[in-house]
């Protein structure tokens, strides 16, 4: 049941990797230029609006996926790794658990910053929290797969 839910975590972990990184290049400011158009360019034009309520739901739910999941790391990945002397494989997982607890934090300004896009004076703080949630959800996404490997590896 283990596997079967951390896959699921997986997964939800890239679709929630993939609306908010297209998010994140949709808010970036970029010069137009004339010419052919890059692949960036084509990329971050997009209505970012749009992924805002896929960006909450996802987060929230990957953030129960991992809460179920973290009662069994503590049984048995973290001894197992404290065992070989990883000290910074624990010490990401715990910065890991902070940045999870701060992107859930900012995620209600977050919700409540895009509801309304059609000020421009709130641009700026809309591209702030996209880009800080952005890091969150690398940072776990990386992390996580990270220490799973070490775990796997051994």
């Known amino acids: 049941m283990i596997i079967v839910l951390l896959i699921v975590h997986?997964?939800?972990?890239?679709?929630?990797?993939?609306?908010?990184t297209h998010q994140s290049f949709g808010v970036a400011a970029r010069?137009?230029?004339?010419?052919?158009?890059?692949?960036?360019?084509?990329?971050?034009?997009?209505?970012?609006?749009?992924?805002?309520?896929?960006?909450?739901?996802?987060?929230?739910?990957?953030?129960?996926?991992?809460?179920?999941?973290?009662?069994?790391?503590?049984?048995?990945?973290?001894?197992?790794?404290?065992?070989?002397?990883?000290?910074?494989?624990?010490?990401?997982?715990?910065?890991?658990?902070?940045?999870?607890?701060?992107?859930?934090?900012l995620l209600p300004a977050y919700w409540v910053f895009w509801r309304k896009t059609t000020d421009p004076a709130e641009m700026p703080t809309r591209r702030y929290l996209t880009w800080m949630i952005a890091f969150c959800t690398w940072w776990n996404f990386i992390v996580g797969h990270v220490l799973n490997n070490i775990k796997g590896l051994s």
Do not use: C, W
């Open 31 to 105: 010069r137009r230029r004339q010419g052919p158009r890059s692949f960036l360019d084509r990329f971050g034009e997009i209505d970012a609006s749009a992924y805002t309520n896929a960006v909450v739901l996802l987060f929230v739910i990957t953030s129960i996926g991992g809460a179920f999941l973290y009662a069994p790391y503590r049984v048995d990945v973290r001894p197992a790794l404290e065992d070989r002397q990883m000290q910074a494989a624990n010490g990401v997982f715990e910065i890991k658990e902070h940045l999870a607890a701060i992107g859930l934090g």
């Open 10 to 20: 997986g997964l939800l972990g890239v679709a929630l990797l993939g609306a908010i």
